[in-house]
Nanobody, 115 residues
Framework: QVQVEESGGGLVQAGGSLRLSCAASGSSFSINNMGWNRQAPGKEREWVALVTRAGTRNYADSVKGRFTISRDHAKNTLTLEMTSLKPEDSGVYYC?????????WGQGTQVTVSS
């Protein structure tokens, strides 16, 4: 079992920045990828970014160049630095940790970008 917990988020004006953090605990030695998804009201959850076990980073086109994901493999923590935020970045951001057989999710943290 892996437990995932997010922190950070909040309210920011368009063009501003926020940092999200995530910590995985439990059987964290079994984690492969860690990443972030988000869900805006009335929309489906969408993938945002991930870091593989090997350290490879991938981003959704909508956030590329604005968001930076980083991972501390020793501590099993994940950070998402978000800059140049837009109102369409608003939503609940969920951190996840994937093992060989399942994906574990955090409870989510709210990000609101005002125009």
């Amino acid at each position: 079992q892996v437990q995932v917990e997010e922190s950070g988020g909040g309210l920011v004006q368009a063009g501003g920045s926020l940092r999200l953090s995530c910590a995985a605990s439990g059987s964290s030695f079994s984690i492969n990828n860690m990443g972030w998804n988000r869900q805006a009201p009335g929309k489906e959850r969408e993938w945002v970014a991930l870091v593989t076990r090997a350290g490879t980073r991938n981003y959704a086109d909508s956030v590329k160049g604005r968001f930076t994901i980083s991972r501390d493999h020793a501590k099993n923590t994940l950070t998402l630095e978000m800059t140049s935020l837009k109102p369409e970045d608003s939503g609940v951001y969920y951190c996840y940790a994937s093992t060989a057989d399942r994906r574990y999710w955090g409870q989510g943290t709210q990000v609101t970008v005002s125009s």
